[in-house]
C-alpha cells in the first residue's frame, strides 16, 4: 500500500499558521486531506476554524477529517492521540491524498516528529516552520538575537519566545517567512539571510496574506528521520515535553458583551511581551450582531467578521428570509440566554502565566456592567474605536 504524505506545520504562535491551511484547504486537490490540529488551548478553535461549517470538532477524535488535539491531547497525550488519529484516518474513504497537520506555537519540534513518524501509513514529506516577519524584525533584530549576531534580549518573555522559535527552525525542511507585507523589501531580503544561516538546509518561502500554495513546495526535497534524529540527539531534546514549559493556555468565556473602548485601552496598555496569543470569538456592545474572530499575537491585533449571531439575523432586518427560516431560527434561539440569545465570547490567552492573569483580568473589566447591558438593551451607543472599515482577503 503506498504511503501517504504528511505536511506538518509548525512556527511560533501567532505566525500564520491557521491562516495558511485556512487557504491551502481551499485548493480542489486538498478536498480530500485529513487535518490534525495540534492545539495547546482547551476550547480548540482551530480545529473548529478549519472543520466544515456545521462540523463539530471533538477533542482526540476525527470528524469529517479533522482530528481536534487539543487539551491534554496536545501535551500529556500527544503520541497516544496522534497514533489513535492515524488509524481513523486510514480507514478513511476515500484514503486522504495527504494529511495536513497543524501544531500548537508552544509545540517542542522533537515530540511532535516523533509522533508524526510512529505510523508506517504515513510519511513526513515537509516539516515546515512558519516565522513571523514583523515579530522577527521588532522583537529579534529580524533574526540576529537568535544566530548571537546581537545582543540577548532582556525581556524573559521575549528571551523565552526566542529559544522555542529557534529550536522550531532547526528542525525546518521548510520555513515560510510570513506577514512579509508588514515590513521592508530590504528587511526581508536580510531575514532570508539570517534564516538560511541559521538552517542552511531548509527552502525558505516568502508569504503575504496567505499567498504561498502548498503546491510551490512540490519540488522540494523532503527531510530525512535520520538527519532530525541526530538533530535532537545533537542538541539535547530526546527526552522532552510535546510543548514549551511555562507557556500554558487558560479561556475566558462570558455572554457579556466588550464595552469596545474599554477593551481597546486594554490591549493598548495592559498587553505584556509574555502574552504570546490570544485567539477566539467574542462580541461587541456596538456591533451585537456580528460574530468577530478574534486574533492577537503579540502587538498584532486581527479581528475578522465571519458572520452574524442567530439572536440578530431572526430580527430579519432586510427581508431577505423566508418566514420558514425565521422560525427556525426562533426555535434554535430558545434554548439560549433570553437577553443575549447565542452571543458569547470564548477566548484563548496562550502565554507565561504573570502576563497571561493579567490580561485576562484587563478583559474581565473590559465586560460590560449590569448597567452597561441595559442601556444596551435601550439601544444606546457606545464609543467605538475598533476599525469600521471591512477589507476582503481572498
Known sequence: MSRA?????CGFLGSGKTTLLRRWRRDEALRDAAVIVHDLSEFGLDAELLSDEESVPSPGRLV????????????EQLHESVGTAFKEIAELDPSPSVVLC????????????QALTQDDRFYLRHFIVTVDALNLHRDFADGRVLTGESPAVQDEALSRAAEVLA??????SVIILTKIDTIPESV??????????????????????????????DGTPGPKFTD?????????LIDQS?????????LLRDQRPFHPQRLYDACQTRLGTGLYRTKGFLWLASRPGQVLLWQQSGSQIALELTGYWRAEMVHNRNGELLPEEV???????????????DRHNELTLIGLEAAREAFLTALQDALCTDEEVAAWQRGEEFPDPWPKSIRRIE
Not at 5 to 9: G, T
Not at 191 to 214: F, H
Not at 327 to 341: N, R, S, T, W, Y
Open 228 to 236: 532530525l534524529k541526530e538533530r535532537a540527539d545533537q542538541f539535547g
Open 327 to 341: 422560525e427556525h431560527l426562533k426555535a434554535k434561539l430558545e434554548q439560549e440566554d433570553p437577553v443575549f440569545g
Open 64 to 75: 469529517d477529517r479533522v482530528a481536534a488535539l487539543h487539551g491534554s491531547h496536545a501535551r
Open 5 to 9: 504524505p504528511i505536511i506538518a506545520l
Open 188 to 217: 526581508a531580503e536580510a531575514q532570508v539571510k539570517t534564516l538560511q544561516k541559521l538552517q542552511p538546509r531548509a527552502a525558505i518561502g516568502l508569504s503575504a496574506q496567505a499567498g504561498l500554495l502548498l503546491s510551490h513546495l
Open 167 to 172: 529550536e522550531q527552525i532547526a528542525f525546518a
Open 102 to 113: 497543524e501544531s500548537t506555537g508552544a509545540a517542542r519540534p522533537w515530540p511532535l516528529i
Open 242 to 250: 510535546s510543548t514549551a514549559d511555562d507557556v500554558e493556555a487558560v
